[in-house]
C-alpha cells in the first residue's frame, strides 16, 4: 500500500505527533473535541513527507485533501485562503515559517473586499501575503521589505502601518510583488509555501535550536494547511492567545492576551501590546464565556494545561490551536498539586507533568525580601526568578561577555535565543506574557521582564533610556521576573524560600521511586544544602578536593615529591588529624546517613607545579612523575598499590573521625579506577587491616574491563558505584575534558550524536556496560549494593534508565537532588519498559 502523506484534520490524532507533529495532532484531536465547526478545517502533510522532501524528493500530491477542503469551506482556494505553518513533533517556537492568507492574488483579492465589504482588509491582507510570501518562500531579505513599507510610509505622510489607505495598500503590494516572481496560480503558492515550510527545517535558525534543545534533525516538520479565519474583520474581531491557567503562577484561573481587530502574529510578535483576557469579558462577553468554556474542556480532555491561540471572526470563536502550555517550575507545581487536588489527575498522573529539569528555577535566587532599592521601571512579570548582570544589547555581546549580564530589547526573535542562553536574564520593553521574548525565556528558565514600556532601548546608539537616566553596555542593571520589577542598583539576590507545593510534590515522589537518592558532597556546606533538599546519602565524596586547600597543598606536594618510604610517611603523618577532621565534618552533617568516601583519585600532576618551575633534584622528580595521558595515568588504586601508605593514612582518619562523632556514621569505603579483580582484593586487605573486618569496601566501576569483570570483583565488593564520568571517557575513548570545546559540536552537527554523552548516558553503548555489569554483579552476589555517582545522576533522562537497569540508587551535585527525586519517581512510575537494543539498535 502506498504511504499515507497527508491527513486530513478529522483522521488524526493526538498520537499521532511523530507523523503529523504537535500542532497537526494537536489540531486533529481538538476537531474531534470540540466539534469541525469551533476548529477552521484543513489537512497536515506529515513529517515523513518532509524528510522524503528534504531527501531530494518532492513535496505529495495535495489535489485530493484540497478538494476536500474546498467542499467543506463552499469555496475554491482564492477565495478560501489559507494558512501554511510549520509543525514539528516538538514545539519549536518562532523557528519554522509560517505562511498566512495563502490564495490572494489580484483577482481574490477583489473577491475577498466584495465578500467582506471592507476593500482596506482585502488589501491589507494581501499586502500581508505578499510580505510573507516572498520572505519564506523566495526568500527576499526582511530589511528590503521592511525598507519599501518605510518607504511607502514615508510618501503618504503616515507613521503607522494602519494608517496606509486602500490606494497606498495597493501600491505596496505591488511593490512588494516586484522584489521576486510573484505566481498568481493559487495551487502554485501552496505548493511552494510547503516547500518553503519543509525548507525552514534547515535554516539556520531552527538548527541552532536543534542544537540547544537536543531534537534530533531527522524528525523533519509537517506542514498544516489550515482555512484562514480572521481576527482583523474590526473592533468584533481579534485574536489571541489564553492558557487554561496563570501561565506564570499556575493558579487556576485561565489569562493569556488578545488584539482587538488583529491577526495571530502581532500578539505574538509583541510588537503591539496586548489587553490582558480579563477584559474581553467586557468587550466581547459571548465569546469570553465560550472561550473559558472550552479552555475547561481542553484542559479536561488532556489532563493538563493548555495553551491555545483562538480567534474571533466578527464575533464567532474558533480556536487555533492547543497545546501542553510550557510552564515555569513554580507553576508546575501548582498545577500538579491543584490537578491533584481537583481530582482532575491521580498523584502520580500529575507527577508526571512536572518537568523535572525546570524545578531548577525553584531553587534559584529571588531579590532580597528587605532589599533597599529605587524601582526603574515596571514591566510584565514574564518569567520568574531574579537576575543581576551587565547590560548587553545584543545576543552576540551576551555570548562574548565574561562575567553575568542581562539582555536588553525592544523586543527579541528568533535570532537572540543564543543570547538567552548567556544571560542571566532577558528585558525587552515590548510584548506581553506571549511575546517570543516571555516564551523563549520560560522555556529556558530564565528570569524575564518585558513589556517595560517606559524604557526606551535605542540599539543604534547603543542606550537605554528610562525617565531621563541613561544606560549604556556594561552597566549594571537587576530585574525579578516573578514581580516585573527592574532596578538599577546592586540589590542582593537569596535562594528562595521554600515553595509549599514544590515540597509536596516531592513528598508524592518521595513516595513514589524506587530509586534512593544521595548526593556528591565533599565539604559540610555542601552535605548541609544537599540534605535539606533531600539526599538520603553521600554517595561519593572526592577526597582529592581536600587536599586542594591552601594549608594542604604542600604536605600533598611533599607526599608526592618524597623519595622514599620514610619522607613520604612523615607528610602523611601531618596530613591525617586534617582529613580526620574533614570526615568528622562530614560525619556530624550526615547523621548516621551512609557516608561513601573515596580513596584518593588524583591525576598526580594537579598537585605539581611545572618541572620548568622547579630546580635540581625536585624538577628531576617532577619530570620524573610526569606522565603524557595523566587521566590514563598513577590514577585511583594505581597510585595506592604503590603507595599504600597513603590508603592507610586515610583510612586511619576515616576510623578515628567515625568513632569522635556523635552519631555513628554508615561508613562506605570506595576504590577508585579498578580494572582487575586482584587490585581490589589487594587493596581490602589494606582497609580491612586498619578499619577492621566489618568494614564496608567497595568499588567504582569506571572502566570497560571492569564491567566484563564484574562477577569476579563482586567477589571482593560490598557495593559498586558507577563512575559513568570515566566510563563514558574509557569507553568512547573520548576525553572528557577536551571534548566540548572540539569536535562534540561537529558530531551533533552531523547527527551522530543528539547531545553530549556526558550530560546524558549514552544509554545504548556506556549503558550497555552499566546493565552487564549490574547484572553480572548481582548475579555473583545478590545483595550487592549499587549505586552512580556520575555527573549523569542527576540527568533526568539518564536516571530513567538507572531505575531500569535495576541500580539501587543515584548520587549527584546538591541542587540536582531534588530533580533526581522526582525524575526517579517519573521513572518508576512510567514502569519498566524495554531499554533498548543493547546493540544499540
Ligand atoms: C566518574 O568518573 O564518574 C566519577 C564520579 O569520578 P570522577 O568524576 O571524580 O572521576
Ligand atoms: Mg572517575
Redesign the pocket.
Known amino acids: 500500500m502506498e504511504e499515507k502523506l497527508v491527513y486530513d484534520f478529522e483522521e488524526g490524532s493526538r498520537d499521532m505527533r511523530e507523523l503529523l507533529g504537535g500542532k497537526g495532532a494537536n489540531i486533529a484531536e481538538m476537531t474531534r473535541v470540540l466539534g469541525a465547526d469551533r476548529v477552521p478545517a484543513g489537512f497536515t502533510v506529515t513529517t515523513e513527507a518532509c524528510v522524503a522532501y528534504l531527501k531530494g524528493g518532492d513535496i505529495p500530491d495535495l489535489g485530493e485533501a484540497l478538494a476536500h477542503l474546498e467542499e467543506k469551506a463552499g469555496k475554491q482556494l482564492g477565495e478560501l485562503l489559507v494558512s501554511v505553518r510549520s509543525g514539528a513533533r516538538e514545539s519549536m517556537p518562532g523557528m519554522l515559517d509560517t505562511i498566512l492568507n495563502l490564495g490572494l492574488n489580484d483577482t481574490t483579492v477583489e473577491a475577498l473586499a466584495r465578500a467582506t465589504g471592507n476593500e482596506r482588509f482585502a488589501w491589507d491582507s494581501y499586502r500581508r501575503f505578499a510580505q510573507m510570501f516572498g520572505n519564506v518562500a523566495k526568500g527576499v531579505p526582511t530589511d528590503q521589505i521592511e525598507d519599501l513599507i518605510a518607504a511607502r510610509k514615508r510618501e503618504a505622510g503616515v507613521k503607522l502601518d494602519t494608517e496606509l489607505s486602500v490606494a497606498d495598500l495597493q501600491q505596496l503590494t505591488a511593490d512588494l510583488k516586484g522584489l521576486y516572481e510573484f505566481p498568481e496560480d493559487p495551487r502554485e503558492q501552496l505548493e511552494a509555501a510547503v516547500r518553503a515550510v519543509f525548507d525552514s527545517w534547515k535554516g539556520d535558525r531552527a538548527v541552532a535550536y536543534r542544537r540547544l534543545h537536543g531534537i534530533p534533525d531527522s524528525w523533519g516538520t509537517a506542514v498544516n494547511v489550515q482555512q484562514m479565519v480572521f481576527g482583523n474583520m474590526g473592533e468584533s474581531s481579534c485574536s489571541g492567545v489564553a492558557f487554561s491557567r496563570d501561565e506564570i503562577t499556575g493558579a487556576p484561573e485561565p489569562s493569556g492576551d488578545y488584539l482587538v481587530n488583529a491577526q495571530g502574529e502581532d500578539v505574538v510578535s509583541g510588537v503591539r501590546t496586548p489587553h490582558d483576557l480579563s477584559e474581553m469579558a467586557t468587550s466581547m462577553p459571548e465569546a469570553h464565556e465560550e472561550l473559558i468554556g472550552i479552555l475547561r474542556e481542553l484542559e479536561r480532555h488532556y489532563g493538563d494545561m493548555q495553551d491555545t491561540e483562538f480567534t474571533v471572526e466578527e464575533g464567532r470563536l474558533y480556536m487555533l490551536q492547543t497545546r501542553s502550555a510550557k510552564r515555569p517550575a513554580q507553576a508546575a507545581v501548582r498545577f500538579a498539586v491543584d490537578a491533584a487536588e481537583e481530582g482532575l489527575l491521580s498523584r502520580e498522573e500529575a507527577l508526571l507533568t512536572v518537568e523535572p529539569a525546570a524545578l531548577d528555577a525553584l531553587l534559584h535566587p529571588t531579590f532580597g525580601p528587605d532589599a533597599d532599592f529605587d524601582v526603574l521601571v515596571r514591566g510584565v512579570p514574564a518569567s520568574p526568578g531574579a537576575a543581576k548582570g551587565a547590560i548587553v544589547f545584543t545576543a552576540r555581546e551576551a555570548v562574548e561577555h565574561d562575567g553575568d549580564v542581562v539582555l536588553v530589547r525592544p523586543f527579541t526573535e528568533a535570532d537572540d535565543v543564543a543570547g538567552f542562553d548567556a544571560a542571566r536574564g532577558i528585558l525587552t520593553s515590548e510584548g506581553g506574557k506571549a511575546s517570543h521574548a516571555a516564551l523563549v525565556a520560560r522555556g529556558m528558565g530564565r528570569p524575564c521582564v518585558c513589556g517595560a514600556s517606559e524604557m526606551d532601548v535605542d540599539l543604534a546608539a547603543k542606550e537605554m533610556r528610562v525617565n531621563g537616566a541613561v544606560f549604556r553596555e556594561g552597566d549594571l542593571i537587576a530585574l525579578d521576573g516573578t514581580s516585573g520589577v527592574v532596578t538599577a542598583d546592586d540589590v542582593p539576590l537569596v535562594d528562595p524560600e521554600v515553595d509549599e507545593n514544590f515540597e509536596t510534590v516531592l513528598a508524592w515522589a518521595d513516595d513514589a521511586r524506587r530509586l534512593g537518592v544521595r548526593t ?1 558532597a565533599d565539604t559540610p556546606d555542601e552535605a548541609q544544602k544537599a540534605r535539606e533538599l533531600g539526599a538520603e546519602g553521600i554517595g ?1 565524596c ?1 577526597t582529592e578536593h581536600m587536599f586542594m586547600a591552601a594549608d594542604r597543598q604542600p604536605l600533598m606536594r611533599a607526599m608526592i615529591m618524597a623519595e622514599g618510604e620514610e619522607e613520604r610517611k612523615e607528610a602523611l603523618d601531618q596530613l591525617e588529624p586534617l582529613q580526620q577532621a574533614d570526615f568528622e565534618g562530614l560525619f556530624e552533617e550526615m547523621a548516621g546517613l551512609p557516608v561513601c568516601i ?1 580513596l584518593l ?1 588524583p591525576p598526580l600532576h594537579e598537585f605539581l607545579p611545572h618541572p620548568d618551575e622547579l630546580e635540581g633534584a625536585e624538577r628531576e622528580r617532577a619530570e620524573a612523575l610526569r606522565e603524557t595521558n595523566p587521566m590514563l595515568g598513577t590514577r585511583g588504586c594505581r597510585l595506592h598499590i604503590i603507595y599504600p601508605e597513603i590508603p592507610r593514612m586515610q583510612v586511619r582518619a576515616i576510623v578515628k573521625a567515625a568513632a569522635a562523632v556523635r552519631e555513628r556514621p554508615r561508613v562506605e569505603i570506595m576504590v ?1 579506577l579498578v580494572a582487575y579483580e586482584r587490585e581490589l582484593s589487594l587493596l581490602r586487605e589494606i582497609i580491612e587491616e586498619e578499619a577492621g573486618e566489618g568494614v564496608s569496601v567497595g568499588t ?1 566501576i ?1 572502566l570497560p574491563r571492569a564491567c566484563f569483570v564484574a562477577d569476579k570483583i563482586a567477589d571482593q565488593a560490598d557495593f559498586f558505584s ?6 563514558t ?1 574509557t569507553a568512547l575513548g573520548f576525553s572528557r575534558d577536551d571534548v566540548e570545546g572540539r569536535f562534540l559540536a561537529k558530531y551533533i552537527d552531523r547527527g551522530i550524536v543528539d547531545r553530549s554523552p556526558f550530560e546524558t548516558l549514552d544509554t545504548s553503548g556506556v549503558g550497555w556496560l552499566v546493565r552487564l555489569a549490574a547484572w553480572t554483579g548481582r548475579e555473583r552476589k545478590p545483595d550487592l549494593e549499587l549505586g552512580v ?3 549523569h545522576g542527576g540527568d533526568p533522562d539518564s536516571v530513567a534508565f538507572f531505575d531500569l537497569a535495576g541500580l539501587d540508587y543515584v548520587s549527584c551535585s546538591p541542587y540536582r537532588v531534588p530533580i533526581a527525586r522526582v525524575a526517579a519517581a517519573q521513572a518508576a512510575i512510567r514502569g519498566v519498559s524495554d531499554p533498548g537494543d543493547p546493540s544499540g539498535g
Open positions: 556528591n561519593l572526592r573515596r583519585d577508585p567504582m569506571e558507577f563512575g559513568t564520568n570515566d566510563l571517557q555517582c556520575g555527573e
